[in-house]
């Protein structure tokens, strides 16, 4: 995450702008922004309830004192201040997911606390609550706002409910829907930042990109992991070596008996090999040795035993003899009058 060096102190603004109030104003903001010593932020409850005043008695003495901070003299000295702040805002995309951006400016809570006073103080910034699709966020321009906000809504309606795909060419997707906006904003980093914006897509411990209620990227369980590895692998991986990736990759301890019978319970993995499994998607045909040569037959029709045997080869790491034992079952196979092998009916 880029670290952000302000030219001001945060703490040191803010105790300026709480001169502006009286005594219990000012208290009760500190108590309910977390700029005291303590930088929890206190509910309008639990301030009622050591003034012995109502909740919303509370939330009128907040508004009231915010309302004459931007009165103040104290708040018109601080001009710089804000102009600051405005312009760290549009330089990082003019939206921003509000932790992310008090994350990059500190990593101090008190200072987080302070910062965040500021931009509820300060005129030129806007906060959007989170929602059911987007995290809570600042913003400067609404009309900016509302287009990355579409966008977004437009990259999560295209994507499919277990699709992966890299960051790149998330981002090249996204910024394809990204219509109206200055060229400044059209980058990599910014469109990295704004992705940031959504709660329906984001990207998995590998960082491959999705809908977020995917399991392929809200990995919950052993197998959800096992198929991240193996996709990452590319080609089939004995059971061992995948309960070593898991630990090593997810840094979640994976024992091998037990990767390996969750392998066999999901249809996402197929067992091609002694240990060896590779993902369905790839194509390959699900059973024993005896079903894939069945399964070879009945798509291909009858075949010479070097053709069955080529044929499996590619579904099953086998020796060739555990294919031709198989074939010499009369229960489930028959030769024709041509010496080819067929399905017995």
């Not at 760290?88 to 965040?116: P, R, Y």
């Not at 930042?193 to 809200?218: C, D, F, M, Q």
């Not at 240990?275 to 070879?296: C, F, P, R, T």
């Amino acid at each position: 995450m880029t670290k952000i060096t302000l030219s001001f102190k945060p703490k040191q603004s803010v105790k300026k702008l709480l001169v502006a109030l009286q005594e219990r104003s000012r208290d009760i903001i500190i108590k309910r922004y977390g700029l005291g010593k303590n930088p929890s932020h206190m509910t309008l409850d639990a301030i009622g309830k050591n003034y012995g005043i109502t909740r919303e008695r509370v939330r009128q003495i907040e508004n009231h004192a915010i309302a004459t901070i931007r009165k103040s003299k104290q708040f018109a000295e601080e001009k710089p201040v804000f102009d600051e702040v405005e312009k760290l805002i549009s330089e990082l995309g003019g939206i921003i997911v509000e932790q992310e951006l008090l994350e990059m400016v500190s990593k101090d809570l008190s200072t987080q606390s302070c910062v965040n006073f500021l931009l509820v103080t300060g005129h030129p910034f806007n906060k959007i609550k989170e929602d059911e699709d987007f995290k809570h966020r600042w913003f400067i321009d609404n009309s900016l706002a509302e287009k990355v906000h579409l966008s977004l809504k437009k990259l999560y309606e295209s994507l499919k409910d277990d699709e992966l795909v890299t960051e790149q060419e998330m981002i090249k997707n996204f910024l394809n829907y990204v219509e109206g906006v200055a060229e400044q904003y059209k980058t990599e980093e910014i469109a990295k930042r704004w992705l940031n914006l959504s709660k329906k897509v984001s990207k998995n411990p590998l960082g491959e990109w999705g809908k977020t209620a995917s399991p392929n990227i809200s990995t919950k369980g052993v197998r959800d992991y096992a198929y991240l590895v193996i996709r990452k692998h590319g080609s089939p991986i004995h059971f061992k070596e995948v309960a070593k990736a898991i630990t090593t990759v997810f840094n979640k301890k994976a024992h091998v008996a037990t990767t390996h019978n969750e392998l066999i319970k999901d249809s996402r993995f197929v067992l091609v090999g002694r240990g060896l499994y590779a993902l369905s998607e790839w194509g390959y045909m699900s059973g024993v040795v005896k079903d894939v040569i069945k399964k070879v037959i009945e798509k291909s029709g009858p075949m010479t035993k070097k053709e069955i045997v080529e044929k499996v080869m590619k579904e099953r790491y086998v020796k060739e003899n555990t294919i031709v034992i198989n074939l010499q079952n009369k229960k489930f196979f028959t030769k024709n009058k041509d010496g080819k092998y067929e399905v017995v009916k």
